[in-house]
C-alpha cells in the first residue's frame, strides 16, 4: 500500500494484526512507477491495479509497526513543531497590533492571553516527552548515547528518533541519507554542468531539528569543526556547508543509537613528514 499521511496507518495495522504481509510504499517510489508504466489517468482502480503490480515485480520489504513508545515520541514531537509555528504566528501578530497606529489593548490582551497558552502547552509537551523516555529504561540510555555528542539535545535526539521510529526500517547510511533528504543531486547534460544540492525530499522535521545542532556542533565539535573549515576553501556556501554537517551529525547519530557507544572524539591526526627522494639515502 501508498504510505498517505496517518490516513494508511489503521488498515496496515489491523492487516498486520490478522497476520497479513503487507509492505508500505512511499509515494515518491509509487509515483515513479506509475510514470514508468506510462498510466496518466487516475482513479482507485487503476491505483490498485498499479500498486499489485509493483508488489508482484518488485522484491518489497515487508512492514511491521513501530513500538507503541516510540510512536508517542513522534506524535509529540509533530505537536511540539506545530505550536512553536503557532507560537510565531501569534508573536508576529502581536507585535503588529502593538506597532498599529490605532492599538486596541483589549486586542493586544488576547494575543497576550493566546502566546501564553501556546507557552505553557509547550512546556506540558516537553515534559510529556522526558517522562516518556524516562519510562523506557532502554530507550532512556539510547539517548543518552546521543545526548554525549556535542551539540545534540535532548529536544534534537527525541525528534530524530521519534521521526525514525528508533532507525527500526533504516539499514544502511544511504537510506537513512535519503530518507531526511540530504542525498546529493546532480544534474549534468551534455556540456551542461548544473548546480549540485541536495534534494530535500524526505523527512522536513529531521532537517529543521538539525539546523541549530549543526551550527553548534562547527563551535564546539573538534571533528565537525574540521570537516566544515575544510569546505570553506572550496567556495562553499555556508548553509551548504552547514548541510553538509547535518548530515555527519545525523549518520553519526544513528551509528551511535544501533551501535549502544558513547560519543568518543577523534584523536587529532599528526600530519606525517614525507622526505622527498633527493634527501634519503
Not at 92 to 106: D, G, I
Not at 209 to 237: D, E, G
Request: hydrophobic share 35%.
Amino acid at each position: 500500500m501508498e504510505a498517505t499521511g496517518v490516513y494508511h496507518e489503521a488498515l496496515a495495522m489491523y492487516l498486520h494484526q490478522k497476520r497479513y504481509t503487507i509492505s508500505v510504499m512511499q509515494s515518491g517510489r509509487v509515483k515513479r512507477y506509475a510514470q514508468s508504466l506510462d498510466q496518466r489517468s487516475k482513479t482507485d482502480a487503476l491505483d490498485s491495479r498499479m500498486l499489485a503490480m509493483l508488489g508482484y515485480e518488485r522484491k518489497l520489504t515487508s512492514w511491521s509497526p513501530p513500538n507503541k513508545t516510540l510512536r508517542q515520541l513522534k506524535a509529540l514531537s509533530r505537536e511540539r513543531s506545530f505550536l512553536l509555528k503557532e507560537k510565531n504566528v501569534e508573536k508576529n501578530r502581536l507585535h503588529a497590533v502593538e506597532t498599529a497606529a490605532y492599538s486596541n489593548k483589549k486586542e493586544i490582551k488576547r494575543y497576550a492571553r493566546r502566546l501564553k497558552l501556546l507557552e505553557e502547552q509547550l512546556e506540558e509537551v516537553e515534559q510529556e516527552r522526558r517522562e516518556l523516555v524516562a519510562s523506557n529504561k532502554r530507550l532512556a540510555q539510547k539517548m543518552h548515547y546521543l545526548e554525549s555528542i556535542p551539540g545534540v539535545s535532548f529536544l534534537s535526539a527525541a525528534t530524530v528518533v521519534g521521526e525514525t521510529c528508533g532507525f527500526n526500517e533504516i539499514t544502511s547510511a544511504k537510506q537513512l541519507t535519503c530518507y531526511a533528504g540530504y542525498d546529493v543531486v546532480l544534474k549534468e547534460s551534455g556540456n551542461f554542468r548544473g548546480s549540485t544540492k541536495i534534494s530535500k525530499k524526505g523527512n522536513k522535521h529531521i532537517r529543521s531539528i538539525l539546523h541549530m545542532p549543526s551550527m553548534t556542533a562547527v563551535r564546539v565539535n573538534p571533528t565537525l569543526k574540521v570537516f566544515y573549515q575544510r569546505l570553506k576553501p572550496k567556495k562553499v556556501k555556508s548553509i551548504v556547508a552547514l548541510g553538509a554537517v547535518q548530515r555527519k551529525l545525523l549518520l553519526l547519530m544513528y551509528s551511535l543509537y544501533k551501535k549502544d557507544e558513547f560519543y568518543t572524539p577523534q584523536p587529532k591526526q599528526k600530519t606525517a613528514r614525507t622526505l622527498s627522494p633527493c634527501c634519503t639515502g
